[in-house]
């Protein structure tokens, strides 16, 4: 209860440090802000890709990612993710003998569907996936797609409506085009999607130290004033 508090009052004395403006967008992007969809990358290898997918999930309000590090090593292109990674949790799976495992099993336990996406197997399309539970939606690697592991431990797969010669998406458009239908029908449901006040309360802490210039020496002044 102590660090709630603590929270409340470390954000309304940072909060005096930005602009009226730069504290009112930080409201309006925690009210979109949600935790009820996430996104689970396996093994992505370019970094193009990864950036992009990075910069849609901070668009479309999703707050947490789950990288799992089988055989590559996730890299982000700045350029390309225009400065989206600090605005998100990016959870990483690497030290594990199976990480895919892993992550599924980690986030089974929080509650999530474990939806896998693949144009090769016999599931619903994006705009029929159903939003009443939490949804972690898998993404595979560019060349091989989603692995047996993920085949293996999913609970429901979902597919892109497509009518042309190509076979697939570009990974980064897929997350865009899935994140751009799911969080539609997310915001005009009756779930619980929203982050509740202490969750907001510790990632807009979190966002107002990434913001502001030298916050360790001003946060160690509040503490002493606070003694």
Not at 54 to 83: M, P, W
Not at 140 to 165: C, H, K, Y
């Amino acid at each position: 209860m102590e660090t709630k508090h603590l929270n409340k009052e470390l954000v309304s004395y940072l909060s005096n440090l930005i602009s009226e403006n730069r504290r009112a967008k930080f409201d309006e992007v925690l009210n979109y802000r949600t935790r009820h969809i996430t996104i689970v990358l396996e093994d992505l290898y370019q970094p193009h890709n990864a950036s992009a997918v990075l910069r849609s999930c901070d668009i479309f309000g999703i707050q947490d990612i789950h990288i799992v590090e089988n055989k590559n090593v996730y890299t982000v292109n700045r350029d390309i993710a225009l400065g989206s990674p600090k605005w998100l949790n990016i959870h990483k799976y690497s030290n594990q003998e199976n990480n895919t495992k892993h992550c599924i099993d980690e986030l089974k336990a929080k509650g999530y569907q474990i939806v896998a996406t693949s144009p090769h197997k016999n599931g619903c399309t994006i705009e029929n996936l159903s939003i009443d539970k939490p949804i972690a939606l898998i993404f595979g690697t560019e060349l091989t797609g989603i692995s047996d592991t993920v085949r293996d431990n999913a609970d429901a797969f979902v597919q892109i409506p497509m009518f042309g010669f190509t076979e697939s998406f570009n990974i980064s458009v897929s997350v865009a085009l899935c994140l751009h239908t799911l969080t539609a029908k997310l915001h005009q449901s009756n779930a619980e999607w929203r982050l509740d006040d202490d969750e907001k309360d510790e990632l807009l802490l979190t966002w107002l130290r990434n913001t502001i210039r030298k916050v360790e020496l001003i946060e160690k002044d509040f503490f002493e004033k606070r003694k």
